[in-house]
């Protein structure tokens, strides 16, 4: 009954050591930062195409993958992999649901706090969500609403001991790329383009 | 020394002794009384699982209110209280030490307990594809989380691992221990070192844990306190108050009967003497009736004593028609009516001997015990005590009053030929929902605590499981192993999405064999390292990163194998008791099946179970677990109608023999059978399913009617009878002192208790009724006679 939950939040553990670090305490929100989110907050949803590179240490080269990232406001994200290997992945109402060939796994974010931060970080970006954003991370504001930079710092020390930065950059409503940089080194950046016509 | 005072001896040895027996008498009150004495295969380890199996001592326990930190802080007191308490074997509310350990467990065994690792997986190629999968798998989160491991683990055999473990539905987290999926409750499961059948030690167990909870908040400051409470459920608590509350009711229901009879008879006779004299032969019945049940079964159930309630119901009878009735030569008169009343009841209730149902039989013993006792007291020991003829108060005025009324209410006795087409009419109406089909129709829980369990059980990740495969085998390691067999064949229907997925004990314990095979796949360290060169070209990973890995496999290959000991102190120690069990003289391995969605399994996921079982090649079979219950009880309910017409038709039988006459035996059964009739009709249209102690209650209207059909039957013949005004008296007394005892009955939150009320209660009434409009009407000789005489 419990082996295989007991397992997950172990791994979890694991994972929330593994990554870790001190954050930079933020500048105080630019007036663009408002205008950012109002316009971010009107956009109810989007399709764009992204690619993921991940730098770890004890590879020799970066590992990439690719597919679709869809966004239905506010809280309804789907992470469609198709290289190397297709997987789903649907963030809807706190719930992540992860499909990989036949095999389906259900997370309730409720039970991996640890975990929230990540997914908020985008999330809360698309959807214009200043207050979640704040609730998770010292946020910084940079740039102009044409071109602009967010740096996200984990509020809580359980994310900072694996996590030290997310950067978003982005033009007016829409994403470009999110660098998330671990303690350890590891990085990984996830760029976002819009979608070539279907 | 006289007859008397030989009978009043004789009595008081026997009183004595049956006392002793009683106080040494073991009882129960769990619900093992409504298990079957005998029964199928699959029925014996569904009792012995019950009864015995691991589950049998499971406690749930729910903490509420405050809010989110406070309950943790609680359930975190709590554990660590209970697992210093040697009332329990195992503590876990999902806390970070526990799933530490098990995490290591996994992780230290994973080349013994991936069921991926064989030869193949470690040949060069199989090495270059499992890496690989491992690689792309870091690009999702469960890989991220993987990371750390990866180059101890680049084959990934914890993932595998962990992938087939998620297959059950877990208790949600928060705070850092279990809550329910709301989020609203904190949760723990405890294991009672005491065995399922052992209540008095499960009461203490849950004694200990509301005072560690007590204890727990203690700690707290007082406004954090105030809020919170304690919710517990499972087998163990079902058990303690299931006797408890049949404790309860058999206690307070007997003395609430006693005690109303006790007023109507001293409110009629006027004398305590005569009052005291009545109990006599009841408590007489009921010690003897307990002995018996106590000396032919290994354990009294509670229930039984429960059902003893009905035997004051008819016991006091005997007594009131001796008093009331008082004749000059009562040996003569009407003590051979009374005892072919008694030989009529002991008839029906002889019929209840050989049922399965252990319940049913012990009230059939104990009521045959009973009843000869009291009418035995009632004829040898009673009259001696009697006060002088005349220190009674006569009741032959009341007698007269009936008569009168009687006379006047003849004339309806045509209208009772509408009571069996009434009756059969609303029968008809109601075929299709006659009869009750469920086993929990017998459960003395309430329906409260029955749904308490649902919800906490859905919260823990532990619904009741309603489909098992069950694999028996002589010896665990036989069961394992031909469970891995089984678990194969499941695996593609889980892939397939026909079922939602699968429980087995060797995934956390496999066979000795299958882990021998499994070590034996590992190569040597030297071997190792010349095929990861091989497996790692085209991969962005030097094969000096994975010496981790090198020396690990070198580690497993020498592990001693893994045995149930070695799972001590991790939670799969409890996984594998409960899925592999003792059953009969073997050992049977347990798979609960989960359907889609982890509802039930659709009939096309049945058939393709039990196509995967035949392809398994070992034996076994699928169990379901609600089908088999209620397959349980319908088997109980068709046995007992057939008892119960068996138990007609020997009272039928005997009264041919006794009053040898077909008329006179069809003037007796006639009002007995439009009673039940009537009361079956009355219970369908006030909406009641009829269940096993309805069928009981008719059977008990027909054995205590009897009575009653039989005075009316010796009124009306020449045989010596005293006066019908005093039989008439003493036969409203007797009825009104049965349907109190029944009535009282009816309003007991035990189930099984309250139906058997509800029938007999109204039957008993309807029955007296119809006897007396259907008696031929009496002669004015022999009743001018009698008169005379009194």
Redesign the interface.
Known sequence: MTAARVVRQALLAVCAMLLSVPAAQPAPADPAFGQLLALLAARRDGQVAFTEVQHLAMLERPLQSSGELLYQAPDHLEKRTLQPRPETLVLDHGVLTARRGQRTHVLSLRDYPQVVPFVESIRATLAGDGAALERYFHVSFAGTLEHWTLELAPAEATVARSVQLIRISGERDSIRTVEIRQTDGDESVLTLAPVRSP | MTGAARAALVWIVLVLLAAVIVAHASYTADMSAFLPRRASAAQRLLVEQLRAGPAAHLVIAAIEGADATTRAQVSAALAARLRSDAAFISV?N?D?A???R??AF?FEHRYLLSPQVNAERFSAGGLHTAIG?S??A?????G????????RDPTGE?RV???S????R?????GGVWTS?D?ARALL?AQTRAAGSDTDGQQAALVALRRAFAAALAQLPPARRDSLTLAVSGPPVFAVAARATIEQQVLRLSTLSALLIALLLLALYRSPRALALTFVPVASGALAGVAAVALAFPVVHGITLGFGVTLIGEAVDYSIYLLVQNPPDFARTVWPTIRLGMLTSICGFAALLPSAFPGLAQLGLYSIAGLIAAALVTRCVLPQWLPRRGALRDLSGLGALLAGLLARLRPLRRALLLVPLLAGAVLYLHRGALWSHELTALSPIPAADQALDERLRAD???PDVRFMVVVPATTPERALAAAALVGAQLEPL????LIGGF?SPA??LPALAVQRARQASLPPPGELRERLTEALTGL???PA?LEPFVREVQQARDAPLLTRAALDGT??A??VDTLLVRSGAGWAALLPVAGVGFGELSPAAVTAVRAALAAAGVPAQLLDIKGEADRLYAGYLLQAVQLALAGLGAIVLLLLLALRSARRVANVVAPLILAVLAVAALLTATGHALGILHVVGMLLIVAVGSNYALFFDRTHHPSPAPSPYLTLASLLVANVATVTAFGVLAFSSVPVLADLGSTVAPGALLALLFAALLAPPPRAAAGAAALQSA
């Open positions: 876990n999902g970070a526990q799933l530490e098990d995490q996994l999968d690689l792309d870091l690009t999702s989160p469960e991220l989380l993987l990371k750390p491991l990866f180059t914890m691992i962990i992938d473990l998620t297959a059950g877990m208790p949600h987290t928060s999926a989020g499961v823990a990740g532990a889980v892939d397939a999405g429980e995934r956390y962005p990973l030097a990163r939670s799969f409890h996984g």
